[in-house]
Structures are given as structure tokens and as C-alpha cells.
């Protein structure tokens, strides 16, 4: 099956700093990449994806970058702010509906004012 | 946009009992539902895949007997914790994706589950 890993586990930063978090996935078949935010206590938003036809999607402040060769795919936050601490997970998944997604270890991003 | 409604939304229950979540697709139809457990600070573990019409395929090391599914409409998928233990406590929750698109996964907001 498929294994997501991500890194770092916490990550802290000044406001207005950048912060990225970087996530491997072993199975060369997935191909749709999303990233979610959570907070505590709270369902996990989507907050961007990339599929394997991209290398790269931006979304104002947050981008991410997909290398297939590689197995590798990263979520850059710019302009960083207080609001966006929370924990980040990465996921992958063989797209459509059918499929599983499965899920980094997740990262504990705190920004500090 | 999609919604996936979860109930309840936090349960205390006792040992021994039994505890039905809901997860609803309140917009869109779904096949193909996924039940998470969540322990606090760690990542959602994959349960097993819900589906419509079929029994659900469970991940290696879930007891299904434990956790029964139950996927009766295109909208609605029940997990029941079965003779729920103190260890059973946990946050679980659901995610469903459109019949007709790439498979992004919307989440219900999760039960959080203590057995005392």
C-alpha cells in the first residue's frame, strides 16, 4: 500500500516568515495530492491540491510543488500569520472516487506574532 | 460545495455498549465513504472504505466485527462501535468524494467517542 511520509512534525515561525512542509509517497500510481488544515477539535479543510499533470499549483499565499520522479511534494505558506497555525496534513491518493487517500504524519505549524 | 454532516458530534457512552456514528452526504451522492480514527496529535488512520450496496473493506488490523459499516444509500454511511471499550475512545470521522469528479474527499466534523 501506499506510504506518505512528512516532515517536520512541528514547525515554528515568525509572522511574516514563510514555512514548508515536505511530504514522499512510495506508490508510483497516486496521483492527486491535497493538503489539509485542522484545527483542534475540527474537521480537516482542504486548502490546496496538485494532481501528477502539474508541477507546481499557487493559491495566494500558499503553494505546492509536486516532483514525480522524485516522489515528493511540498506546501509553501508565505506572509505567514498568526490565523494559519494549525496542523497541516499531506495526503495521497490513485484519484477518483473510489480511492483511499492516505495520510502524512502531519505538522504542527505555529506562527508566532 | 459539498457537505458531509457527521452525527453526533461527541458521545459518552458506557463500556460494554454499543455507539452508531452517521455520516451524511448532504449534497452530492456518494458510492464510496471512508471512516478515520483520530488519536489527539496524531494523523487519521484509515479505517476502512464504505460502500454502497456491498460490505466495506476493512485496513489490515481493524476488527470488522468491532466496527460495523454500513452503507445503505448513496448518502449515508453508519459506523457502530460494538461493545465499546475505554481504549475505543477516539475521535473518529468520515470523508466522502462526488460519484462524478477527481475524488477530492470532504469531511464530516467527527465524533469524538469516550467510553468510560
Known amino acids: 500500500g501506499e506510504n506518505v511520509e512528512q516532515h517536520p512534525s512541528t514547525l515554528s515561525v515568525q509572522e511574516g516568515d514563510s514555512a514548508v512542509i515536505k511530504c514522499t509517497y512510495s506508490?508510483?500510481?497516486?496521483?492527486?495530492f491535497p493538503w489539509y488544515k485542522q484545527e483542534l477539535g475540527k474537521r480537516p479543510q482542504l486548502i490546496i491540491d496538485i494532481r501528477s499533470n502539474v508541477g507546481e499549483k499557487k493559491d495566494q499565499r500558499i503553494a505546492v510543488t509536486l516532483n514525480k520522479t522524485a516522489k515528493h511534494f511540498s506546501l509553501h505558506i508565505t506572509e505567514t500569520q498568526p490565523e494559519d497555525s494549525a496542523v497541516y496534513f499531506c495526503a495521497a491518493s490513485k484519484g477518483g472516487t473510489g480511492n483511499q487517500f492516505y495520510f502524512g504524519t502531519g505538522t504542527s505549524l505555529t506562527v508566532i506574532p | 460545495g459539498a457537505v458531509v454532516s457527521q452525527h453526533p458530534s461527541w458521545v459518552i457512552c458506557k463500556s460494554g455498549t454499543s455507539v452508531k456514528i452517521e455520516c451524511r452526504s448532504l449534497d452530492f451522492q456518494a458510492t464510496t465513504m471512508f471512516w478515520y480514527r483520530q488519536f489527539p496529535k496524531q494523523s487519521l488512520m484509515l479505517m476502512a472504505t464504505s460502500n454502497e450496496g456491498s460490505k466495506a473493506t476493512y485496513e489490515q488490523g481493524v476488527e470488522k466485527d468491532k466496527f460495523l459499516i454500513n452503507h445503505a444509500s448513496l448518502t449515508l454511511s453508519t459506523l457502530t462501535v460494538t461493545s465499546a471499550h475505554p481504549e475505543d475512545s477516539s475521535f473518529y470521522i468520515c470523508?466522502?468524494?462526488?460519484?462524478?469528479?477527481?475524488?477530492?474527499?470532504?469531511f464530516g466534523q467527527g465524533t469524538r467517542l469516550t467510553v468510560v
Open positions: 470523508s466522502a468524494s462526488r460519484d462524478r469528479g477527481w475524488g477530492e474527499a470532504f
Open positions: 506508490d508510483s500510481a497516486s496521483n492527486y
